[in-house]
């Protein structure tokens, strides 16, 4: 049974740091593009940032470039995303997915976690 499971959310103020993780088991890690993804309230969701099996290769939204860094550690099995210079437009649910290819996961295929809630107060 495949599970992603995401932490790290909470309350932050505009301008300050976040960093989410989100653990994965019941599959072979390495084989999996990671993404994370956000939906705001009455919106629909959102690509965030993409990482490649290796780690080699990301991806990013435009609205988090520069402010946004995602990375992983193949072997706790976890992916990250260290969000800075958080604004209130960055408030919405944030979700982990994987998939074995990132074409399929920019689409919303895969595996997905629960979510973990961002709020940033202005």
């Known amino acids: 049974q495949v599970q992603l499971v995401e932490s790290g959310g909470g309350l932050v103020q505009a301008g300050g740091s976040l960093r989410l993780s989100c653990v994965a088991s019941?599959?072979?890690?390495?084989?999996?593009?990671m993404g994370w993804f956000r939906q705001a309230p009455g919106k629909e969701r959102e690509f965030v940032a993409g990482?490649?099996?290796?780690?080699?290769?990301?991806t990013y939204a435009e609205s988090v470039k520069g402010r946004f860094t995602v990375s992983r550690d193949n072997g706790k099995n976890t992916v990250y995303l260290q969000m800075t210079s958080l604004k209130p437009e960055d408030t919405a649910v944030y979700y982990c997915?994987?998939?074995?290819?990132?074409?399929?996961?920019?689409?919303?295929?895969?595996?997905w976690g629960q979510g973990t809630q961002v709020t940033v107060s202005s």
């Open positions: 019941g599959l072979t890690f390495n084989w999996y593009t």
């Open positions: 997915a994987a998939d074995s290819r990132f074409e399929q996961l920019v689409q919303g295929s895969g595996y």
């Open positions: 990482i490649s099996r290796s780690g080699a290769g990301t």
